[in-house]
């Protein structure tokens, strides 16, 4: 039976297991006395037996789907002889996969050999027969726990507590799933860097100033080696990310300040929204503004002043990146300063100070923990963005400070390391993990800092 | 006399605080516009590339329908048509109509005036008609993307001819043709109903938008229920101890995750470990989902939080359980801010493109899928694609895309502004 067959009987017997508890309930009810000596209302215990039917159904078919194919493999590989099993693990899986797709139907018998047909064979076989188990497993699982229940019907039982006490769980598991999805990341990611750094050392990987992700075929070829030294990807996001500042920092502030202490709130309520467009705006889109548009502008400006400026510099990925940065800033900037007391303001005012002595002299330096705290955020937000990099900045990791060149950056790597075809065990892939762990210990760090200070910032006026 | 002294130097002193003051503020005007002038030239820059794209050129051809000609028998069967010769007789058409073209360069630049896809439009309508076979008919063909592009006045004679691909004999014939009233600008259907393809004349972004629209589907029926559901359990009933701290401070970190890490984990988790089908919607969805999870669960506890403490304390005076407060009164009133919280998420998800990226969700897709496990791709990485082909053809196509997909988040962002409006209004 299909997985969607059987999810379908399953949800008809948790509402048939719903009905039959709650006649159960109103038959004892009649017995005893009236609907008033039930403990919960009829309902209640129909959604008990709904739960007890459906929930532990639900766990046995994902467990079973979860081993099935690792059980078939192990049923059809031990029937296969010896000397194909003995062949090397990758001939192996590649064979393997060859029975699967013969007998999925996706590949022809022709391209198959006898052993092969007939493993193919047994496995659709017993692939018929497992899927029979399953849908009796989680049928009994489900009438059981459904009989259970309905047995249990009694005038004292507790029915709507039980409900609610299931439905917590389901609550709290839930919002568990968010501390699950950080391990996930965490285990996914250490694991594959952790054999990139069998094969590499760390310190290489650390302290290296070349990168050359390129891994030869055979051992003889020339250049066989590959290069992993981070320190150019590092340096080519940090001056990306500097440009995208020196961008973002200046008008999202100043924005800020203007529409926080200057502008008139009918101003304010009409710009805001507006300059927030640019934070909806896709990441793709503003790679293909920075690629098409304002790559060659800066390019081209380059050259009218005599600089030689590189097809894909530093400089237009990191405008453009500042671009998408800004309302990021300027909304952070606009919570702190609109944080700092009114006292602080009128108490300047007061003294005969003009706004801008106010702002430049009270509010900011009142308000820079704080700020340095967005910018922080910015700043991780920038290391992490992928598209606008991945679609203007170059591939070469070159170490320079020269924002006219073109640099690489972490994410630009992870992506050209892992998009088409990939072996697990070639240092290139793996490498690509060993960026994701950099850069998800970089940024978490970044945030870390900077929710602990924008926090403390937040308490000092509280 | 000191007193007199100070008035004077603060006085003297006032005019200089005053322009500094009006500079400050002209600093401040200047960054508001500087903003402004960067989200205007960005729109202005798109919108003009990619407003071409909604068009496409037909050519008059006069097509001599001739059933030996094709290679088609009496009474042809489908698979009859399917083998004819309609390329060949296009070519032959082509001819007829500039006799004086000789030479194998010239006849290819020729041929190259109408798309390769001309063939299968010709042969959709001859089936569609079979009485037309033996006659000659005026039929409006679909033009090559370059010969188009010249049509729409994209390229200039003035460019040297070796840096453009529509060469000065073609741009003679496609004058002529303009003069006789045999080409023609219409509205670019194939835009909208066809899959990628290999000529820009015939790509679309139907299999992407709906890619897209399977993936969101995904998401939304993952991350929105588990999100109000964690955001309740963290605001009704979560005990203050070390775990819910713990899980508060991994939904406040994963919010800040970079988008490709997500992209990451997909690859590891569900395409090495549970083995799911790679470029799937499902996959897709469920990546997404697991990165606007924390969008949805911080917007719905700030919505849940709202909601004033005397509808619970109504609730549980006249004896409502916790969860029945929650359930029946709470979540009702705080619905508006979730579901708007809820579409922002959705709209996020809507442009995200680098963590689908990891799943191999960046293939070239002619067919749209229709399931969640056929392998598709998305609107952002069509659009990503498609930044990545030379062809100026693909450039304007591009462009198109993104006036789409900011459609669609422009509407979704209306939606969401809106309920909020109709929220504060209560």
Known sequence: MQTSTVLLVLVALCIASFFFARRKSHAVAHGSGGLTTLHSLPKHYGYMALAWAGLPALAALALWSALEPRMLEAEVVSSLPAEVRALPEQQFGLYYNQILGYASGGMNAAELDEVQLAAADRYSALAARFSWLRSALVFAVALAGAVLAIRRVQPALRARNHVESIIRWILFSCSFLAVLTTLGIVLSVLFEAVRFFQVIPLTDFLFGLEWSPQMAIRSDQVGASGSFGFVPL????????????LIAVPVGLMSAIYLS????????????????ILAGVPTVVYGFFAALTVAPLVRTLGESVGLTVA???????????????????????????NAVPDTMREASLGMGATMSETIRKVLLPAALPGIVGGILLAVSRAIGETMIVVMAAGLS??????????VTTITVQIVTLLVGDQEFDSPKTLAAFALGLVLFFVTLLLNVVALYVVRRYREQYE | MSNYDNTTLIAASLKKRYARERRFQWYGRFAVFIGFVFLIVLLADIVSKGMPAFTQHFIKVDVTLDADRLGLPENPTQQDYFGADFGGVVKASLREMFPEVSGRGDKKQLYRLISVGAEYDLRDHLMANPELVGTTQSIWLRAHSEAGSYLKGQ?????????RKVKDIQ???????RRDGRTQSRFNTVFFTAGDSREPELAGIRAALQGSFF????????????????AVYLEEFAPRNRLTDLIEININNLAAVPSIVFGLLGLAVFINFFELPRSAPLVGGMVLSLMTLPTIIITSRASIQAVSPSIREAALGVGASQLQTVLHHVLPVAMPGILTGSIIGMAQALGESAPLLMIGMV???????????????????????WADSPERGFTEKTSAAIIVLMGFLILMNALAVFLRRRFEMK
């Open chain 1, 397 to 406: 990791a070159k170490l320079t400070a020269n924002p006219l060149e073109a």
């Open chain 2, 215 to 230: 993936t969101l589907m995904v998401t939304f029926l993952l991350a929105f229920p588990v999100g109000v559901m964690a």
């Open chain 1, 311 to 337: 097809s894909e510099s530093a400089l237009a990925a990191g405008v453009v990146m500042g671009i998408m940065i800004i309302p990021f800033v300027m909304s952070l900037s606009d919570d702190i300063i």
């Open chain 2, 363 to 385: 293939a070239f897709i002619m067919d749209a899928p229709s399931g969640v496990t056929d392998p598709s791709t998305v609107l952002p990485v069509q659009i990503f694609l």
């Open chain 2, 155 to 163: 390229v200039s004679r003035a460019l040297p001819e070796a840096d």
């Open chain 1, 234 to 245: 590092l340096v080519g996001t940090l001056l990306i990310s500097a440009v995208a500042m």
């Open chain 2, 171 to 177: 741009m003679d014939w496609l004058d002529q043709l």
């Open chain 1, 261 to 276: 202490e200057y502008a008139s709130r009918r101003f304010r309520t009409l710009t805001k929204p507006v300059l927030e």
